[in-house]
C-alpha cells in the first residue's frame, strides 16, 4: 500500500509538484495543552455539514418545491421510500447539531482569543460562515411546507420588512411576492439547495486554508506559562495524529445522529393553510429563540422608533461589533489580557441562555 | 504522544495486526452499515400504475379523416389515427427505437418519429429508419358516441 502510494505521489509529484503541496498539509501542528478539547469542534462542525450535504443530495431526488407538492413529497419520503425517514430524520437533527457545535465553536475561539492577530480574517470568515449556516436554517426550515415553518417564514420576512430603506424590497425579495407563497417555498429552495451551498464552499474554503496557513492558535494563557517556563510548548503533528482523533469524534457523532434519528424521527406535522390561522405555542426554532423573546419584551414603540426597527438594529449592530472584535479587541494581539472581552463574551451567552429559557419555560 | 501506524522497518508486531484487523473489520462493518440504507434509499418505491385495459380516447366526430390524436392510455401515450379512408386505428405511440413520442403525418399517411426519423406504417409495421419493431396495436370500439381503445389480450 505505502509503496503504492508512494509511486502515485511520485507521478503527480513530477508532474505538477505535488509534494509542496503535501508538505503544505503536513507542515501543521496542533498544540498540546489543558484546552486542546476545543480544536475538535471546527471539524466536528465540518463533518457535520458533510453530512448535510450528503443526505441533502439524497432528499432532492424526491422532494418537490412547490406549494402542491412539497409537503406531499416529503410524506412520500417518510413513508414510502425505503429509509427515507432515516435520512430525512439525520438530515434534520444534523442541522441542529451542527448549528449547536457551530454556536460552541464560535465561542471557544471568542474565550481563548484566538481571533487576535493575525487570525482576524480566520475569524471574519468563520462568522460569515455562521451567518450563512443560519441561513441554512432559516431556509431549510420551509421546505416541507407545514404549517410551523409556513408561520415561522411569514414572521421571519415579515421582520425583514421593517429593515430601514431597504425593507420593503427585500421583503419582495426574500418571498417572490408580497405574501408567503409557492413562489416563496421555489426561491427558499433554490437558496438552500444552491445560493448558499455555492457560498459555503467558498467561505469554507476560504476558513480551512486560513487555518492550514496559520496553524492553531494557542491561548494567551498558555502562552503566558510557556514565556515564564512554567509549561513546555508540546504539539502533534496534524496529519495523521490529530485527524484520527478527530475521525473517532467523527464516528462517535455517527452513532449519536443514527440513535436521535432512530429513537426521535423529526415530525412533519401538518400541511400549511396559507389562509388559515397560526396555532398556539408558535415559536421559532431553537437558534432563534433569543432574538424573538427579546422582540417580544420590547414595548410597541420606543421614541417615535419602531420596536421591530428597535430590535433589528440593536441586533444588527450586536453582531457587527461581534464579527470585529479582532479588531475592537486589538490589545489581545500583543499578548495583553483583556478582560472586557471576556465579560463581555459572558454576558452574550448568559444573554442568549436567558432569553432561551424564558422563551421555552 | 502517540505514535501513528506502522514501524517502517522490521516486522509489524503481532499485537499492532490484531488491533489494525479488529479497526478494519469494524470500518467495513461501518461503510456497509452506512451504505445500505442509502443504495436502498436510491432505488424508488413502486409506483402503483392504473391497470386499466381499456380508455376512452375521444368522441365520435372529434377526429376528423386523416388526422389523429394522442392521449393517455395508463403512464404512457398512445395515438389514435382516422385514416383517409374514414377507419380508427390505434397504438402505442412510445417509438420502439428510443422511446419519443410519434406522430401522424397526413402529408405521408405514415406514422412519424420525429427524433430519429423513424417511419410506420398504418398497421404500425417499422418501414423506413432505425425502429427494430413494429408499433403495438390496440383495438377500437366505437360505443355511442365513445371511441374506446383496448389492449389486446
Not at chain 2, 380508455?55 to 377526429?63: F, M, N, Q
Request: charged share 15%.
Amino acid at each position: 500500500m505505502a509503496r503504492i502510494y508512494r509511486r502515485i505521489m511520485g507521478w503527480l509529484d513530477e508532474r505538477f509538484g505535488a509534494g509542496s503541496i503535501e508538505q503544505f498539509l503536513r507542515h501543521k501542528t496542533v498544540p498540546v495543552h489543558r484546552h486542546t478539547i476545543w480544536y475538535y469542534l471546527g471539524g466536528m462542525t465540518l463533518f457535520l455539514f458533510i453530512v448535510q450535504v450528503l443526505t441533502g443530495i439524497l432528499l432532492l431526488l424526491y422532494y418537490r418545491p412547490t406549494a402542491d407538492g412539497a409537503f406531499e413529497s416529503v410524506q412520500f419520503i417518510m413513508t414510502q421510500v425505503k429509509f427515507g425517514w432515516l435520512i430525512r430524520s439525520i438530515h434534520s437533527w444534523s442541522a441542529n447539531l451542527m448549528i449547536f457545535t457551530a454556536f460552541l465553536h464560535m465561542f471557544s475561539v471568542y474565550f481563548l482569543k484566538a481571533y487576535r492577530k493575525p487570525r482576524e480574517l480566520t475569524w471574519i470568515s468563520g462568522m460569515l460562515l455562521f451567518f450563512i449556516v443560519l441561513g441554512f436554517g432559516f431556509s431549510g426550515y420551509l421546505l416541507p411546507w407545514n404549517t410551523l415553518s409556513f408561520f415561522a417564514t411569514k414572521v421571519g420576512t415579515d421582520m425583514a420588512g421593517f429593515m430601514p430603506v431597504f425593507g420593503k424590497w427585500i421583503l419582495v425579495f426574500l418571498r417572490g411576492g408580497k405574501e408567503v407563497t409557492g413562489a416563496t417555498l421555489t426561491r427558499f429552495f433554490g437558496f438552500h439547495v444552491a445560493v448558499l451551498p455555492g457560498l459555503a464552499t467558498l467561505l469554507l474554503a476560504t476558513h480551512l486554508l486560513l487555518v492550514q496557513r496559520l496553524g492553531m492558535s494557542v491561548p494567551p494563557s498558555i502562552e503566558k506559562k510557556i514565556e515564564e517556563g512554567k509549561e513546555t510548548a508540546l504539539s502533534m503533528p496534524f496529519f495523521p495524529n490529530f485527524l484520527l482523533r478527530d475521525i473517532m469524534g467523527w464516528y462517535g457523532a455517527l452513532g449519536v445522529l443514527g440513535a436521535l434519528a432512530a429513537i426521535f424521527p423529526w415530525e412533519l406535522g401538518t400541511k400549511a393553510n396559507p389562509f388559515g390561522s397560526a396555532p398556539a405555542g408558535i415559536r421559532p426554532e431553537w437558534y432563534f429563540l433569543f432574538m424573538y423573546q427579546t422582540l417580544k419584551y420590547l414595548p410597541a414603540k420606543v421614541l417615535f422608533i419602531n420596536s421591530e426597527l428597535l430590535g433589528l438594529l440593536g441586533f444588527g449592530l450586536a453582531g457587527l461589533v461581534w464579527v470585529l472584535v479582532p479588531f475592537l479587541d486589538y490589545k489581545a494581539g500583543f499578548g495583553r489580557l483583556t478582560r472586557f472581552f471576556t465579560g463581555l463574551g459572558i454576558f452574550v451567552i448568559g444573554f442568549i441562555v436567558m432569553m432561551s429559557w424564558l422563551a421555552v419555560r | 504522544m502517540v505514535d501513528s501506524g506502522h514501524r517502517e522497518s522490521g516486522a509489524p508486531d503481532p499485537g499492532r495486526r490484531w488491533v489494525d484487523l479488529l479497526l478494519g473489520t469494524g470500518l467495513v462493518a461501518t461503510i456497509i452499515a452506512f451504505l445500505y440504507p442509502a443504495i436502498r434509499y436510491v432505488i424508488p418505491p413502486p409506483v402503483t400504475e392504473s391497470a386499466d385495459r381499456s380508455v376512452v380516447a375521444a368522441k365520435v366526430g372529434e377526429i376528423k379523416d386523416n388526422t389523429a390524436k394522442v392521449f393517455r392510455f395508463g403512464s404512457e401515450p398512445a395515438i389514435l389515427i382516422r385514416t383517409a379512408e374514414g377507419q380508427y386505428r390505434a397504438f402505442t405511440a412510445v417509438c420502439t427505437h428510443l422511446g419519443c413520442t410519434v406522430q401522424y403525418r397526413a402529408d405521408l399517411h405514415e406514422i412519424w418519429c420525429p427524433c430519429h426519423n423513424g417511419i410506420y406504417n398504418l398497421q404500425g409495421r417499422n418501414i423506413s429508419g432505425p425502429p427494430p419493431r413494429p408499433l403495438t396495436e390496440y383495438t377500437v370500439h366505437v360505443q355511442g358516441d365513445q371511441i374506446v381503445v383496448a389492449r389486446n389480450s
